[in-house]
């Protein structure tokens, strides 16, 4: 049975890096069979998406992150990163990684998630 | 300002029939791109209700249903129950912002 599990610091300062894990267990990430994403929700707030890699594919973000997000497979240790840059106050959140089957671009329907971890951005 | 736009909130009695509808435009749900929708638990993460504007995954009560039309988009929950008292979001693809997309999330409320 798939399973996802985030990882990371839940505290960053203000303008550093925030960098985030997905471990997945129960199926390879090695395959070019599923989108592998990421998605986060403010507290109190709705779900916004933040971007997604295909292994051996192209990885795509939302523009409103205005380039400050990279998507990553490592193989090796069959996970998936998320980095942020230059965070602020407004990325604090709940971190959601999830997996996507593959319908042909652009459709994307997430039908698993990790439980989630919450990034508090704060001095 | 979601690009989708849902009720922020809607209610039923027990047993009732309620629906909660996604808005959008020509750049999503106009151009044919299919919606999806998700139901939160309090607390927990989102869970895929309905796929591809109709389809349900495995282990959906088919009391759940979905459907969609030019720029809209439906959920409709019947014979609604205690337990799904939950948030809900509708989800699908925008051409003009080449993105994934949220409607802003509908809080439902059994009476």
């Known amino acids: 049975q798939l399973q996802l599990q985030e990882s990371g610091p839940g505290r960053v300062k203000p303008s550093e890096t925030l960098s985030l894990t997905c471990s997945v267990s129960?199926?390879?990430?090695?395959?070019?069979?599923?989108?592998w994403g990421w998605i986060r929700q403010p507290p109190g707030r709705g779900l916004e998406w933040i971007g997604r890699?295909?292994?051996?594919?192209?990885?795509y973000y939302n523009p409103s992150l205005k380039t400050r997000g990279t998507i990553s497979v490592d193989t090796s240790k069959n996970q998936f990163s998320l980095k942020l840059t230059s965070v602020t106050a407004a990325d604090t959140a709940v971190y959601y990684c999830?997996?996507?089957?593959?319908?042909?671009?652009?459709?994307?329907?997430?039908?698993?998630w990790g439980q989630g971890t919450l990034v508090t951005v704060s001095s | 300002q979601s690009v989708l736009t849902q009720p922020p909130s809607v209610s039923g009695a027990p047993g009732q029939r309620v629906t909660i509808s996604c808005t959008g435009s020509?750049?999503?749900?106009?151009?044919?791109?299919?919606v999806h929708w998700y139901q939160q638990l309090p607390g927990t993460a989102p869970k895929l209700l309905i796929y591809?504007?109709?389809n349900r995954p495995s282990g959906v009560p088919d009391r759940f249903s979905g459907s969609k039309s030019g720029t809209s988009a439906s959920l409709a929950i019947t014979g609604l129950q205690a337990e799904d008292e939950a948030d809900y979001y509708c989800?699908?693809?925008?051409?003009?912002?080449?993105?994934?997309?949220f409607g802003g999330g509908t809080k439902l409320t059994v009476l």
């Open positions: 129960g199926a390879s990430i090695r395959t070019s069979d599923f989108y």
């Open positions: 020509s750049s999503n749900l106009g151009a044919g791109y299919e």
């Open positions: 591809l504007n109709n």
């Open positions: 989800q699908s693809y925008d051409s003009s912002l080449s993105g994934l997309v």
């Open positions: 999830a997996r996507s089957p593959l319908y042909g671009d652009p459709v994307v329907l997430y039908e698993t």
């Open positions: 890699i295909q292994f051996g594919g192209s990885s």
